[in-house]
């Protein structure tokens, strides 16, 4: 196994995942440097939200930023892109190898004769069972939510009701 930084492939996946912050890195990979202001002019969010996106960029270590004066220019790092791109290829490698054992198998069953066929449903005059509808999927289940600290068990931590005391006096409308 290929020791990689799991990490630093955790960082580079996550900045990935957002199509803006790809656009930025296509954007990048057409022109040597860019401004931020450049680099924000095509999305339609405000330069704020777009350096948050070059925050995790950078953090990423995917993009470096230089400041001349006022203006900051960024510039793609491909560096990191081709140690995912290695980390990509070592499972490229092990799906290829899975999917041509499954071609073979596959040719080896054509060859060996026609694929075993299921039987053929009876008509509606000997099976008198109702057509029916395909059900819909279940839900997805949610995940569970995080605990509190304070409560590790996961009980309801809400105030404690008075027995003793009788309600107040209703109020005045």
């Not at 912050?21 to 777009?50: C, D, G, I, N, Q």
Request: with cysteine.
């Amino acid at each position: 196994m290929v020791n990689y930084k799991p990490h630093h492939l955790d960082g580079i996946f996550a900045a990935l995942s957002d199509p803006t912050r790809r656009a930025v890195l296509a954007r990048l990979s057409e022109a040597p440097e860019l401004s931020v202001t450049a680099l924000a002019a095509p999305f339609a969010m405000s330069l704020p939200a777009v350096l948050k996106h070059l925050d995790v960029l950078e953090v990423a270590d995917l993009i470096r930023r230089r400041k001349s004066g006022r203006t900051v220019s960024c510039r793609l790092n491909a560096a990191p892109l081709q140690e995912a791109q290695r980390w990509l290829a070592h499972y490229e490698r092990f799906w290829s190898d899975r999917l041509d054992a499954l071609a073979r198998y596959l040719a080896e069953e054509a060859s060996d004769g026609p694929l075993p066929t299921l039987p053929r449903a009876q008509d509606a005059t000997t099976n008198p069972t109702p057509n029916v509808e395909p059900q819909p999927c279940p839900p997805t289940l949610k995940p569970p939510r995080a605990q509190s600290p304070a409560s590790p068990s996961g009980a309801s931590s809400g105030r404690r009701r008075r027995a003793a005391s009788a309600p107040g006096p209703a109020r005045k409308r």
